[in-house]
């Protein structure tokens, strides 16, 4: 028996492939960011995963951790069961070589991977709950039995964690009741790291130049995917009014998904639209871009999925001092934008009275910059940087073994 085990304070154990490569930005952003900041406060992580593309991956990990020691374990996805089997066998593995103090999972299936490798001693290990998996469950149809399956999974390896981290308010009153367990819960939202968000004066007056846009323009910016939840149709017909009744007014879209992808009538908006473009970069160079931006879009469903939703953007939008025009109803989200003032609350296709207020936000908002601003900083460095919860992540992952 190897009694010299290198200790390993923090493994992510991530099955979901779609996270790792298919939607890197929230794999950077919620993932390795996290771990990032944690070893640079005195842990040793390591990430434990399956991956479409082994080269973006390993990149990936490198440029964001600068070349540092951590400890990657990987392989090719192969399909749900595989993938299980094989994570499994690994964490047997890497834990007769290594001694592993915390796993940290996003959803049902890394919880599950870490019984299967030890059933009777397991690695303790830290549950993030990102969503209300019932209500995602049912917006694809899932049938009965498997939703059965799937919340009865869900209740037990919650139960069987350390800890419990949650991504808004409302999701750890809705997990507290779930479980029915007086295991602690932590409110962490879908955070960065803040100082990622400081452009140079001379970074921004480049980017500008580079996109021609003027100190007179205001900038209006979407970031994210143009799937069917973000709410894109609706948001470009918003865009379509808004560019009719006000001047000087440009409006970009940073996403690495494909515009052809949408309705023709959209693509044409797009194509017909000088004031209007789509723009397609890595994340580096969106964050200097979101700095030279006024306000950004956020829309959304009011639905039981959003009630309890943290969405990435709005962490990247106030940290890059950005006023939000969003849907109410999204997690914690829009409560913090009224309680801060910071944004307009709208519906996605709002009423007449309704729009005519959004219009008055949009054409006074060079008034009232600065101020929004400051408040979207000051927001974002309180409660959506990664290290404002590192008190939170000390307690769930204990003493870092880097700093003893």
């Known amino acids: 028996m190897n009694t010299d085990k290198k200790n390993l304070d923090i493994l992510a154990v991530i099955l979901d492939v779609g996270l790792t490569i ?7 952003s919620q993932v390795l960011d996290n771990l990032n900041s944690l070893r640079r406060n005195g842990y040793s992580v390591g990430i434990l995963c ?5 080269k973006r991956l390993i990149d990936l990990v490198n440029k964001y951790f600068e070349n540092a020691e951590v400890k990657l374990f990987y392989q090719k996805d192969k399909g749900l069961v595989k993938n299980l089997f094989f994570i499994s066998r690994k964490l047997r593995q890497i834990q007769s070589e290594i001694k592993i103090s915390n796993a940290y999972v996003r959803g049902i299936w890394g919880a599950l991977s870490i019984l299967m490798a030890n059933p009777f001693l397991p690695i303790q290990y830290i549950y ?3 969503g209300d998996l019932e209500s995602e469950m049912k917006s694809i149809n899932t049938n009965r039995f498997k939703l059965r399956i799937y919340l009865f999974l869900e209740k037990m390896l919650i139960s ?30 879908s955070c960065v790291i803040f100082e990622n968000f400081r452009i140079s004066q001379n970074e921004k007056e480049s ?26 149709p609706e948001m470009l017909n918003l865009w379509k009014k808004i560019d009719k009744d006000l001047a000087g007014l440009k409006f970009l879209i940073l996403s690495n998904s494909d515009p052809h992808s949408l309705p023709y009538s959209l693509s044409e908006t797009i194509k017909n639209n000088p004031s209007l473009r789509v723009l397609s970069f890595e994340r580096e160079k969106i964050l200097k871009i979101l700095s030279i931006a006024d306000i950004a879009f956020l829309l959304r469903d009011n639905n039981e999925i959003n009630r309890y939703a943290s969405p990435v953007k709005f962490a990247e939008y106030i940290s890059s001092g950005l006023g939000i025009i969003s849907s109410p109803g999204i997690g914690d989200v829009s409560e913090n934008i009224e309680k801060n003032k910071i944004g307009y609350l709208t519906s996605p296709i709002p009423e007449e009275a309704e729009y005519f207020k959004l219009l008055d936000f949009i054409k006074n908002f060079k008034v009232i910059k600065k101020t929004v601003s400051d408040n979207s900083k000051k927001l ?22 880097l700093n003893s």
């Open 22 to 28: 298919d939607n890197s930005s929230v794999f950077q």
């Open 128 to 130: 993030d709950v990102r």
């Open 50 to 54: 399956v991956y479409h593309d082994k």
């Open 207 to 232: 980017v500008k130049k580079e996109l021609n846009i003027s100190e007179e323009d205001l900038v209006i910016l979407y970031s994210g995917g143009l799937s069917h939840y973000q709410k894109v």
């Open 160 to 189: 069987k964690s350390r800890y419990v981290s949650v991504v808004s308010s409302k999701l750890k009153k809705l997990v507290s009741k779930k479980i029915n367990h007086n295991k602690e819960i932590f409110v962490i939202p």
């Open 380 to 401: 974002a460095k309180s409660n959506y940087d990664w290290n404002s919860h590192l008190e939170k992540q000390k307690k769930m992952f204990g003493k870092p073994s």
